[in-house]
T-cell receptor
């Protein structure tokens, strides 16, 4: 079983849609949960960071963590064409402290 | 601030050739990392350096060597390139090697024929 599972998509939505991106994980030692965004031919950049169960909002983005189900989500409200990118979930904690374990990435396209 | 820079941007090698990928950061970060990214595989850690003078293997270290030249620079060397090393390579840095933000460079696209 992979430590992290992420649906690679691709996901195509119309502008203004609500987007839901998800990852599941199996390592109970993970304590830190991140979402990175990667535009085409660029390096990833941190979008959201959380370390507790529950929701964290930042503008149109909401990160949700459910530690009991080992499941994290990223919601994008009022999606824009500029949100078109690959979204990678990432995890840290336990013996892998300081090293990130990434999901496969979900390719998102928001069309006008 | 340039952040994390990588050279070259793109390289084509023949099987068996060697090359070094260069990475430098100007954020005074202690920790640096090398990842490779392949379709459907996400980012996989090759090697990391928690602080100047230390290096450790990551998930996929075979076929690679690294050098932490100083606090700013961390290089990745392929001694004898193989087609399986065709990938996009990313260097990253973070402040102290904890579970904090990692800052990524723009990547090096490597094609091994």
């Amino acid at each position: 079983q992979k430590e992290v599972e992420q649906d690679p998509g691709p996901l195509s939505v119309p502008e203004g849609a609500i987007v839901s991106l998800n990852c599941t994980y199996s390592n109970s030692a993970f304590q830190y949960f991140m979402w990175y965004r990667q535009y085409s031919r660029k390096g990833p950049e941190l979008l959201m960071y959380t370390y507790s169960s529950g929701n964290k909002e930042d503008g149109r983005f909401t990160a949700q963590v459910d530690k009991s189900s080992k499941y994290i989500s990223l919601f994008i409200r009022d999606s824009q064409p500029s949100d078109s990118a690959t979204y990678l979930c990432a995890f840290a904690g336990g013996t892998s402290y300081g090293k990130l374990t990434f999901g496969q990435g979900t390719i998102l396209t928001v069309h006008p | 601030n340039a952040g994390v820079t990588q050279t070259p941007k793109f390289q084509v090698l023949k099987t068996g050739q060697s090359m070094t990928l260069q990475c430098a950061q100007d954020m005074n970060h202690n920790s640096m990392y090398w990842y490779r990214q392949d379709p459907g595989m996400g980012l996989r850690l090759i090697y990391y350096s928690a602080s100047e003078g230390t290096t450790d293997k990551g998930e996929v270290p075979n076929g690679y060597n690294v050098s932490r030249l100083n606090k700013r620079e961390f290089s990745l060397r392929l001694e004898s390139a193989a087609p399986s090393q065709t990938s996009v390579y990313f260097c990253a840095s973070s402040e102290s090697g904890g579970a904090e933000t990692q800052y990524f460079g723009p990547g090096t696209r490597l094609l091994v024929l």
